[in-house]
C-alpha cells in the first residue's frame, strides 16, 4: 500500500464518519425540535416566523441543537416591512405558536 492510497482510504473512512454523525445529528433534532416551519417562535428578543431548521452545535454540550431562522415578527404579529430575519435557538424559545396569519 503506498501513501497516496492509505490517504485516499483514510478521506474515505472520515468521510462515512461525518455522513453518519450528521445522519444521527438530524435524528435528534428531529426527535428534540419544539417548532417547525410556519411556526411563530418567540425567545427573550423577538418573534419570528420560522422559513428552515437547521443543525447548531454548542461547545459547552456537545450535543446538537435545532436553530431557527425566519422573518421577525413586530409586536403586532406582522413581518417587519425591510425583510429583517433572525435566528433562534432552540434552548431559548419562550413560546412556540402554531401557523401564522
Same mark, same amino acid.
Given at each position: 500500500?503506498?501513501?497516496?492510497?492509505? /490517504?485516499?482510504?483514510?478521506?474515505?473512512?472520515?468521510? *462515512?464518519?461525518?455522513?453518519?454523525?450528521?445522519?444521527?445529528?438530524?435524528? %435528534?433534532?428531529?426527535?428534540? *425540535?419544539?417548532?417547525?416551519?410556519?411556526?411563530?417562535?418567540?425567545?427573550?428578543?423577538? &418573534?419570528?416566523?420560522?422559513? $428552515?431548521?437547521?443543525?447548531?452545535?454548542?461547545?459547552?454540550? +456537545?450535543?446538537?441543537?435545532?436553530?431557527?431562522? +425566519? $422573518?421577525?415578527?413586530?409586536? &403586532?404579529?406582522?413581518? %417587519?416591512?425591510? +425583510?429583517?430575519? /433572525?435566528?433562534?435557538?432552540?434552548?431559548?424559545?419562550? &413560546?412556540?405558536?402554531?401557523?401564522?396569519?
Amino acid at each position: 500500500m503506498t501513501t497516496e492510497e492509505y /490517504d485516499h482510504e483514510l478521506r474515505l473512512i472520515k468521510d *462515512a464518519r461525518l455522513r453518519a454523525q450528521r445522519d444521527l445529528d438530524v435524528k %435528534y433534532i428531529r426527535a428534540n *425540535a419544539r417548532a417547525t416551519v410556519g411556526n411563530v417562535v418567540t425567545d427573550h428578543r423577538c &418573534s419570528i416566523v420560522v422559513d $428552515r431548521v437547521e443543525v447548531g452545535h454548542l461547545g459547552w454540550s +456537545g450535543y446538537p441543537e435545532a436553530v431557527y431562522h +425566519g $422573518r421577525r415578527l413586530t409586536k &403586532s404579529g406582522k413581518v %417587519y416591512k425591510n +425583510g429583517a430575519t /433572525d435566528t433562534i435557538y432552540n434552548r431559548n424559545i419562550k &413560546s412556540v405558536r402554531e401557523g401564522w396569519k
